[in-house]
């Protein structure tokens, strides 16, 4: 027979484990950023190793998602890793490839042009420093390790205990909110005066919120993550491409300014 107390305990429980995910998950991911950003600034670390190792803290925080899951017995059919992946795959696909259109087509805008200086370290990258961003930052320490912990554990918990809207919406501002930090540093190296800056800034974290919904969105509608991993992987891809174009452009036009 069930106690008072014990039905109050499974009620709080599943709460106070829903917001220990969301504190530990924003903030590792502000202090990591905080880390990082002082450390560049400060001179510490070259910016362009951070396009080329895998954050070792993103891999561990991976491992402790699944870890946790298995804790609480969920299993990979409600972390959105089950059987049949393929609708997830081609949506995910599609997304991508379109998100990344977007992107580039953002960065080709005269308006933006003339304001937005990407930073040195993407004028020049070798391709074998190319690949091994997009296969380890970028796949391993961005695409699957984000839709493991926010589309796979943190929406499977916002499942439980709330509607399928609801869980979207909240899977979004999480998301934004995990990119607050980097989001800021990011933008303060690209020349902006700052009265585009914070505009900026603000759009950008209302974009990763609708980027975020939208991965929400595909692995509700499939059940899977493997789409949002693929679609996640291709926005970082498309973007990095038109950031390394728009760099080679700037340095150019310098070039051909001093002589």
């Known amino acids: 027979m069930r106690t008072r107390g014990n039905a109050a305990a499974e009620i709080v429980t599943p709460w106070v484990s829903l917001g220990s995910l969301l504190a530990g998950l924003l903030a590792y991911a502000n202090a990591s950023a905080w880390r990082y950003a002082s450390r560049q600034k400060n001179g510490f670390e070259n910016p362009s190793h951070g396009l080329e190792r895998v954050n070792r803290g993103h891999l561990a925080m991976l491992g402790a998602c699944l870890a946790w899951a298995a804790a609480e017995r969920i299993g990979l059919s409600d972390l959105g890793m089950g059987r049949n992946a393929g609708p997830s795959l081609r949506w995910g696909l599609t997304i991508g490839t379109l998100g990344s259109a977007v992107a580039a087509g953002f960065l080709a805008m005269p308006v933006v042009r003339s304001r937005f200086t990407p930073p040195p370290e993407w004028n020049g990258m070798r391709k074998r420093t190319l690949l091994r961003l997009f296969l380890g930052p970028y796949l391993l320490g961005s695409a699957l390790f984000e839709e493991v912990a926010f589309r796979g554990l943190l929406h499977a918990k916002l499942r439980r205990r709330f509607g399928p809207s609801a869980t979207l919406f909240a899977g979004g501002a999480v998301f934004a909110a995990w990119h ?21 800034y603000g759009a950008s974290l209302l974009v990763l919120f609708a980027v975020g919904t939208a991965l929400g969105w595909l692995r509700q509608a499939t059940g899977h993550i493997a789409g949002g991993v693929v679609a996640h992987w291709l926005l970082l891809v498309g973007t990095a491409l038109a950031l390394m174009r728009r760099r080679a452009a700037v340095d150019l036009s310098a070039s051909s300014r001093s002589l």
């Open 180 to 200: 607050v930090i980097i989001t800021w540093f990011n933008l303060s190296r690209c020349g902006l005066r700052r009265a585009v800056m914070f505009p900026l």
